[in-house]
C-alpha cells in the first residue's frame, strides 16, 4: 500500500497520460519514426526518383507500384526511364524500412504523420510523386 | 387529509428523496473510483464531462440507459430481469437506515443493525439468480463463488458488529450514537474494538464483492462472473448497487466505530447541522481506504478466500467477543 | 462417494468451458478447452490457429532481407531478438564478420527489449492476479524504453532495426544519454516493484507452490527461457552458445529450482536486475565503427543447413535455414520458445483451481503470435 | 563429445547386416554423395557437410529405437529436443529433430525420410519427449506426415476440414498465397 500512497499523493505531476487530441500541437514524432512514405519534392516541384524501381523488388508486400515511361531526359537530352506514378498502398505497408534502406537516390523519405486512419480504402493508395512534377538535375542512378 | 393519505404522501416524499440521494451517492461514488484509481495509477482520469469530470458517470448512466438490453436465449427470462431488483432494492433497504445526522434518518427501528445485517444479505440472491439464470457457465461459477463468500463473511460482519453491540447494549442505531457521546467506541472498546474494526473492514469488503475478495467478477478468470450476459441498464443496477453497497458498510462502520455524526471531541456540538458533513467525512474516508485496497492487492484464491474466514477471522472474532464482554464486564472501557 | 456416470469422456461431475479466443487472461487469441471439475481443473486443451499467418510459409518466397521483418510480427515483444537471430542465422551463413559497434548495439537494444518485454509481463502479471495498478507502472518504464526504440530504429514495437550485415541505421546521438537516465530511473523502480507485488502477502499465497514443474519435466517438454530456469534447469542461451556481445559482458544466469510460479516470477526479476547490467556494462563501452557491412544486394546462402539459437525474453527461439543455393530459404523453421512453453500447461495446471491456472498462465509469459507463427 | 566420437559411438549401435562388423572403416560423407560406394558399416548414413552438427539419416523403421538410444545411453544422453522440423524434400517427406544435452552439452541432428507422399508414416517419438507431441501435431498439420503411437494426432493450427497441407511444396492455394 506504500507504493501505490505514494503515487497517489504525488499524482498530480506524476500523470503519464497523453492527452491525446488536446496535445496535438506540441506533440512531436520523432525524425525516425515510421509513419508513412512520403517523396519530398523541392520549390521547383522536383523529386528525386530515377524510377529504378529498388524499393519496388525490395518490398515485401508489393505496396509499391512504379509505373514508369522512357522519356527524354532534358537536363542531359539522353534517353531514359521517368516514373509516371509512384503509387504506394498504405494499407500493404508493414514499414518495415526496406525501400528507404534501398533508395540509391534518396528520393523517399519516412514521413512522421502518424494519423493514418482514413473512412475510405481508396484513400490508401496514395500516388507520391505530385502532378507534373520531375526529376531533379544532376540525379544519377 | 385523512392521517393515512398524509402519511403515504410522506412516505413517497421520503421515498423519492432517499431515490434520488440513492443516485446521486452511487454516481459520485462511482465517479470518486475512477479518480482515485486514475491517480493510484499515475493516471488522470475523466476530467472532460463538466468540472473535472463531475458529469462522466452521468454522461454513462445516460449512455447505459439507451443501450439495448441484450440477454441469451436460452436465459430463464423471469429470473434473469429479476435479479438486478434484488440487488438494487436490497441495498437501498440498507441506505434507509443509515443516520446521517440525528434528524436525518428514515427509519430509525428498535433492531436496526440487525435489519442492516440481514437486508445486506438478500443483495447475493440476486446476484445467485443473476448467475443461475444467464445461463452462462462462468456466470455460474460467479454466482456459486459469490453465495459461498457471502454467506462465510456474512458471519464475521455479524459478529464483529455484536462485539461492538456489547459496548452499547442497544441495537437501534440512534441509541448506539449516542452511546458515543462520551468517546467514539473504538476508543472506548481500545483493543477489542480495533480488532473487529479491522475484521469489519475486511468482511465487509469481502460481502461487497470489492477487490481483493472481488472472486464473483474476477474479470481475469471469469470474464465479468455474474454479470457477464447482462447489459445496458441491469448491468448498471448491479454495478450502482455495488458502490452503494460499499458505501453503506462504511457508513455502517462510521455508525458503529468512529461516532456517526458526532464531531471528534465534540468541536462543532452547537451546530447539529454539521453532524451530516462529519458523516460523510468519515465514511468517505472508509470508502477511500477500500478503494485503496482494491487498486493495490491482487485478488485471493477462492479456496484462500474461505481459509481466511474460517480459520482466521472467525476464532479472532469468537475470541474477540469474549474479551470484549470481559472488558464491559470489568469496566475497563475508556470514557471521556 | 458415489458411482459417476460418463458420457463423452464426461464424469458427470466434470464440465466443459472455453477459455478464449476472448478472455482477458489468454492475453491474446490463445483458446483453452478446460475439463473442470467445479472449480478444479482436469484438463487442459489448447487450441491454436486463430491468428497463424504461416509465416514459414512466407519466408519461403522472401529474400533475406525481407524475412527480418516477419519476424518482428512473431514475438512482438522481443522483436529485435527475433530480428538478430535471423540476421546471425545469415551472416553465419555467409561468414560475414560485423563490425563489433553493431555487436555492442545489438547486444544493448537486446537486452532494453527482454526489460521491456518483462516490464509488460510484470505489470500483466500484477494484474491477471487481481492487482490492477501493477499495470501501468509496469508500462511507464516500458514506455520510457519504447521511447528510446522510437528515436533510434523509427518504430516502437516492430522495430526492423537490423539487416544482415548490421544496424539500419546508426543509434542516434540521444540514445546513449537516455538509456543512461533509464537505467537510473528503473534501478528505483525494481525495488518497487518487488514491494507492490513480490512481497505481498496475499500474491505470494497466490503463486507459492502452485503449478509446480519439475527439472526433468521441463527438459523433456522442451522448456526453455525463466519458465526453464525456474526449474533449476540451467538453459540460457546467452551464457552456453554467446552471440554478439555476449560473450564481453560478464552476467549471473537468474536460477531457482522450486519451479513453482512464484519461482518464475521470481527469475523475471531478476533478468530485469541482469539485463540492466548487461545494458550498464555495454553502454559506455561502444566502439566506435560501422554500423553495416555491405552485402550484396540480393543475398544468396550457400547450400547447406543452419541454426541459430538467441534467448529471447520467453526463452529460446531457433531459426533453422535450409539453403539450396537460391535468394529464398528452401525451409526456415522458427522454433519458438512459447509453443514449446506452452505445452507443458496441461501437464503443471492440472489439479489446481481457475485462478491457478490464470496465475500460471502469467508466468509462462506465452506471446500468442509467437506460437501461431 | 565431439561430432567424431558421437559418430563412431552411435553408428555401432546399429550395424548392418549385410557388411561384416569389423570389416571396413567408416567413410563418413563420401558414403553419402555417392551411393555407388561398398556399404556402410552403419545403417545410419553420417553427414557433416553443410550443417555446423552431425546429421544422423536414418531409416524410418529405426528411427524410435535409435532415439530411445540417444536419450538414454549415458555417454549420449540426448535428452532436449529443442527444435522438431518437418521437411519436404520433394519428392521426400521427413522430419529432422535437432536434439541437446542438457549434462554434455553436444548437439546432434537426426533425420528421417520417406518417398510416400501418400501416406507418410513415422514412429512418434512423443514417448520420449514430451515435447514433441505439439511439434508433432504441428508437422501433421503442415505436412501431413501421420505419427504412429501418438496420444492426440489431430490439427492444432488449422481447422479439422481444412484440405491440403500448406507447408508441402506442391500445395497451392490460388486465393491465399501470393507468389512472387
Known amino acids: 500500500m506504500s507504493v501505490t500512497g505514494k503515487y497517489f499523493l504525488n499524482s498530480r505531476k506524476g500523470a503519464i497520460t497523453q492527452q491525446y487530441p488536446d496535445n496535438r500541437d506540441t506533440l512531436k514524432m520523432f525524425e525516425r519514426f515510421r509513419g508513412e512514405v512520403i517523396m519530398p519534392h523541392d520549390e521547383n516541384n522536383e523529386h528525386a526518383c530515377t524510377g529504378c524501381q529498388k524499393c519496388e523488388i525490395a518490398c515485401p508486400n508489393g505496396s509499391i507500384e512504379i509505373i514508369w515511361d522512357r522519356g527524354i531526359d532534358e537536363y542531359s537530352g539522353k534517353k531514359r526511364k521517368k516514373i509516371d506514378k509512384f503509387v504506394y498502398h498504405l494499407s500493404l505497408c508493414t514499414m518495415c524500412g526496406l525501400c528507404i534502406d534501398v533508395c540509391p537516390t534518396d528520393a523517399i523519405k519516412w514521413g512522421q504523420n502518424f494519423e493514418n486512419s482514413v473512412y475510405d480504402r481508396t484513400k490508401l493508395t496514395r500516388v507520391l510523386n505530385k502532378p507534373d512534377s520531375k526529376l531533379r538535375a544532376g540525379i544519377e542512378d | ?336 | 462417494m458415489q458411482e459417476t456416470t460418463t458420457i463423452n469422456n464426461f464424469k458427470s461431475e466434470e464440465y466443459f468451458i472455453n477459455m478464449g479466443p476472448q478472455h482477458p487472461a489468454t492475453h491474446g487469441v490463445l483458446r483453452l478447452l478446460l475439463t473442470i471439475d467445479g472449480e478444479i481443473i482436469k484438463k487442459v486443451e489448447p487450441d491454436l490457429g486463430y491468428i497463424h499467418r504461416s509465416i514459414e510459409k512466407m519466408c519461403e518466397r522472401d529474400s533475406y532481407q525481407q524475412i527480418v521483418h516477419l519476424t518482428d510480427r512473431m514475438d512482438y515483444l522481443s522483436s529485435h531478438i527475433n530480428n538478430e537471430a535471423v540476421c546471425l542465422t545469415v551472416e553465419k551463413a555467409l561468414e560475414l564478420e560485423v563490425p563489433d559497434r553493431v555487436k555492442v548495439i545489438r547486444t544493448i537494444i537486446g537486452e532494453l527489449t527482454r526489460i521491456a518485454s518483462h516490464c509488460l509481463w510484470w505489470g500483466v502479471m500484477g494484474m491477471d492476479v487481481g492487482a490492477l495498478t501493477t499495470y501501468f507502472y509496469g508500462f511507464r518504464d516500458r514506455e520510457m524504453i519504447n521511447d528510446i526504440f522510437e528515436e533510434t530504429c523509427g518504430a516502437r514495437l516492430t522495430m526492423n532495426y537490423n539487416v544482415p550485415g548490421g544496424l539500419m541505421w546508426d543509434i542516434h546521438p540521444n540514445f546513449v544519454n537516455r538509456v543512461k537516465k533509464f537505467i537510473v530511473h528503473f534501478k528505483t523502480k525494481i525495488p518497487e516493484f518487488d514491494r507492490l507485488l513480490t512481497e505481498n502477502i496475499i500474491f505470494q499465497k497466490r503463486t507459492k507452490g502452485v503449478g509446480v514443474l519439475s527439472k526433468e519435466d521441463a527438459i523433456s517438454f522442451g522448456a526453455s527461457g525463466p519458465v526453464a530456469r525456474a526449474s533449476g534447469y540451467s538453459c540460457d542461451v546467452r551464457k552456453y552458445h554467446p552471440y554478439s556481445a555476449l560473450d564481453k559482458v560478464t552476467f549471473t544466469e537468474a536460477l531457482q529450482t522450486q519451479g513453482d510460479t512464484f519461482a518464475r516470477y521470481v527469475v523475471r526479476i531478476q533478468e530485469l536486475w541482469e539485463s540492466l547490467s548487461i545494458v550498464e556494462q555495454l553502454i559506455d563501452n561502444i566502439p566506435e565503427g560501422e554500423h553495416r557491412v555491405a552485402t550484396n544486394a540480393v543475398i544468396k546462402l550457400p547450400k547447406g543447413e543452419y541454426y541459430q539459437k538467441v534467448e529471447t525474453a520467453r526463452g529460446e527461439l531457433g531459426v533453422y535455414v535450409v539453403s539450396t543455393g537460391t535468394k529464398n530459404p528452401y525451409r526456415l523453421k522458427f522454433r519458438s520458445p512459447g509453443f514449446s512453453n506452452l505445452s507443458l500447461l496441461n501437464h503443471i495446471a492440472v489439479g489446481g483451481k481457475i485462478g491457478d491456472l490464470v496465475a500460471t498462465m502469467a508466468t509462462l509469459d506465452l506471446v500468442i503470435p509467437d506460437i501461431d507463427r | 563429445m565431439t561430432n567424431a566420437a558421437l559418430k563412431e559411438l552411435i553408428g555401432s549401435w546399429f550395424p548392418n547386416p549385410e557388411v561384416p562388423v569389423d570389416d571396413k572403416p567408416e567413410k563418413g560423407i563420401s558414403e553419402v554423395q555417392e551411393p555407388q560406394e561398398p556399404q556402410p558399416s552403419s545403417l545410419l548414413e553420417f553427414t557433416e557437410e553443410g550443417s555446423e552438427f552431425l546429421n544422423i539419416i536414418v531409416p524410418a523403421t529405426h528411427l524410435h529405437a535409435l532415439m530411445l538410444k540417444l536419450k538414454t545411453h549415458p555417454d549420449t544422453h540426448f535428452n532436449y529436443l529443442f527444435c522438431l522440423t518437418g521437411m519436404d524434400w520433394e519428392p521426400a517427406l521427413g522430419v529432422v529433430y535437432h536434439l541437446e544435452s542438457t549434462e554434455h552439452r553436444h548437439m546432434v541432428v537426426v533425420k528421417v525420410k520417406t518417398e510416400d507422399r501418400d501416406n507418410p508414416n513415422f514412429d512418434s517419438v512423443s514417448d520420449i519427449w514430451r515435447t514433441a507431441e505439439f511439434h508433432e501435431r504441428e508437422v501433421y498439420d503442415f505436412f501431413g506426415i501421420k505419427f504412429n503411437n501418438h496420444p492426440n494426432l489431430k490439427r492444432l493450427f488449422l481447422t479439422d476440414e481444412w484440405d491440403g497441407f500448406p507447408l508441402r511444396k506442391d500445395y497451392v492455394d490460388d486465393i491465399n498465397m501470393v507468389i512472387k
Open chain 2, 1 to 336: 387529509m385523512p392521517e393515512t393519505a398524509a402519511q403515504i404522501t410522506e412516505m413517497i416524499i421520503i421515498a423519492i428523496i432517499y431515490l434520488g440521494i440513492f443516485s446521486v451517492a452511487g454516481l459520485f461514488l462511482v465517479f470518486m473510483e475512477r479518480r482515485v484509481a486514475a491517480w493510484f495509477q499515475l493516471r488522470i482520469g475523466p476530467n472532460r464531462v463538466g468540472y473535472q469530470g463531475l458529469l462522466q458517470t452521468m454522461a454513462d448512466a445516460l449512455k447505459l440507459v439507451s443501450k439495448e438490453l441484450t440477454g441469451t436465449v436460452k436465459a430463464d427470462k423471469f429470473l434473469y430481469n429479476l435479479a438486478p431488483y434484488f440487488v438494487i432494492i436490497s441495498s437501498l433497504m440498507a441506505l434507509g437506515l443509515i443516520p446521517f445526522s440525528k434528524s436525518f434518518q428514515a427509519f430509525d427501528i428498535n433492531i436496526g443493525i440487525f435489519f442492516l445485517i440481514a437486508v445486506s444479505s438478500i443483495g447475493v440472491i440476486g446476484i445467485l439468480l443473476g448467475g443461475w439464470a444467464s445461463n452462462n457457465k462462468y456466470s455460474l461459477i460467479g454466482a456459486m463463488r459469490s453465495g459461498v463468500q457471502t454467506i462465510s463473511y456474512e458471519l464475521s460482519v455479524g459478529l464483529s458488529l455484536l462485539t461492538m453491540v456489547l459496548l452499547t447494549g442497544s441495537l437501534q442505531l440512534s441509541e448506539m450514537v449516542e452511546v458515543q457521546k462520551h468517546g467514539w467506541l473504538i476508543l472506548q472498546g481500545h483493543i477489542p474494538a480495533v480488532i473487529a474494526f479491522m475484521v469489519f473492514m475486511i468482511a465487509g469488503t469481502a460481502e461487497t464483492n470489492r477487490a481483493p475478495f472481488d472472486m464473483v467478477e474476477a474479470e481475469s478468470e471469469l470474464g465479468a462472473g455474474f454479470h457477464t450476459e447482462y447489459s445496458g441498464m441491469k448491468f448498471a443496477y448491479f454495478f450502482l448497487a455495488e458502490f452503494i453497497n460499499m458505501f453503506i458498510i462504511a457508513a455502517i462502520a462510521t455508525t458503529v466505530f468512529f461516532g456517526a455524526w458526532l464531531s471528534p471531541f465534540g468541536i462543532t456540538e452547537s451546530l447539529p447541522w454539521l453532524g451530516i458533513i462529519w458523516f460523510l467525512i468519515k465514511t468517505f474516508a472508509l470508502v477511500f481506504l477500500m478503494m485503496w485496497f482494491r487498486w493495490t492487492f491482487p485478488r485471493l484464491r477462492v479456496d484462500q478466500l474461505l481459509t481466511l474466514e474460517w480459520k482466521y477471522l472467525l476464532p479472532i472474532n469468537l475470541v474477540n467477543i469474549v474479551v470484549m464482554a470481559l472488558i464491559v464486564w470489568q469496566k475497563l472501557t475508556i470514557q471521556f
